[in-house]
């Protein structure tokens, strides 16, 4: 069976996270940690870069981050991950949810404007399956009415805007180094702060409410509780798993995008016969194939093409129910102006298999299958 996922994996991580025991530094912020961050830092041209336990940790702390309070409002995508909603309600946020464009399947920009109201305190575009939303839309609306931007650019490691990385667009970016992410310490995650002025509430957010990063540093001569705050540093160990990926992150890429364009190839011509769309990304953007999806006619259609490939030897997903429609959805926020897209498209949408080391043969076992199936 050739699997949906698998978790990325070179071979030289062991030696790294030998290397991490070996140090006598498991817990957080230890050797691989910090090389890790400056990593991200100058790779991506982030002001600032601190690891995290998980995408949802760096989601938590973007939010409290900006400030959020009971009642004050977050508008994000109906079609999205659990994480991004729910590391805004632990802060009080009430959620905001609006269509989102069928080409990407991301935020529609046009729709955000009339969601905003007198409560509306930050604007969450996800960047769905590593393909950007458009930005400069969502910053001008953002500098017009005081809002911040957290980007949710969990999928989006690698993948840019109009040549910026994505994570270093908003104030804030979350990254997720989780095992079905392209790069991954297990579970992890980052936060990317473009906004100076979080800097230093990021650190002791991350440490306990402690000024300990600033204490390491020299700068205080106690160490002391400062402010509030969690646990949002990884292992070392975990750091050392994600280094060895780091160092490889071209590798991986060019990988990934070798097997997505090998599927766009052969599926191209179900798509011109009308039986299938394929993924659109905007000329602006570089993606960084996180994901491979197609859409058919509808979710029965799905139903029996997911049925087709298990029996065939290869799994393939569905992906978000629209949160909206969710229970937890339905009890945090609301849906402002027309769900023309979100139920419908997510209902079509359909992800086939995608690794780093997906092999040929494999991909072209998925492509026929499929092609058999409309045939
Ligand atoms: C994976 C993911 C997250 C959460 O990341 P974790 O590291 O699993 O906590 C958040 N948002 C999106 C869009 C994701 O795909």
Known sequence: MIPFNKPPYLGTEPAFIQQAIDNMKICGDGPFTKQCNEWLEQR???????????????????????????????????????????????????LVFVDIRPDTMNIDESKIEAAITDKTKVIIPVHYAGVAC???????????????????????????????????????????????????????????????AHREKAEVLREKGTNRSKF?????????????????????????????????????????LRSWNRY?????????????ELPHIPAECTHNAHMFYLKCANVEERSALIDHLKEHGALAVFHYVPLHSS???????????????????SDRLLRLPMYYGLDESDLDHVIDIITAFYR
């Open 44 to 94: 991506f041209h982030a002001q600032k870069a601190l690891l995290t336990t998980s995408g949802t940790a760096a989601l938590e702390m973007a939010a409290l981050l900006c400030g959020i309070k009971p009642g004050d409002e977050v508008i994000l995508p109906s079609y999205t991950f659990s994480s991004t909603a729910t590391a805004f309600v632990l802060a009080g946020a009430n």
């Open 134 to 196: 458009e930005m400069d839309t969502i910053l001008d609306l953002a500098s017009k009415h005081h809002l911040k931007v957290v980007e949710d650019a969990a999928q989006g490691v690698m993948s840019t805007y109009k040549g910026k990385a994505l994570g270093t667009i908003g104030d804030l970016g979350c990254y997720s180094f989780h095992e079905t992410k392209n790069y991954s310490m297990g579970e992890g995650g980052a936060l990317l702060i473009n906004d100076p």
């Open 216 to 256: 390491y540093r020299g700068q205080v001569d106690k160490y002391t509780w400062v402010d509030y705050g969690s646990s949002y540093l990884p292992s070392d160990m975990n750091a050392a798993y994600l280094w060895a990926q780091l160092q490889q992150a071209d590798r991986i890429n060019e990988d990934r």
């Open 264 to 276: 766009y190839e052969g599926l191209s011509p179900l798509s011109e016969y009308g039986c299938i």
């Open 327 to 345: 229970p937890a959805g339905r009890r945090f926020g609301r849906f402002v102006g027309e769900d023309a897209h979100t139920t419908r498209e």
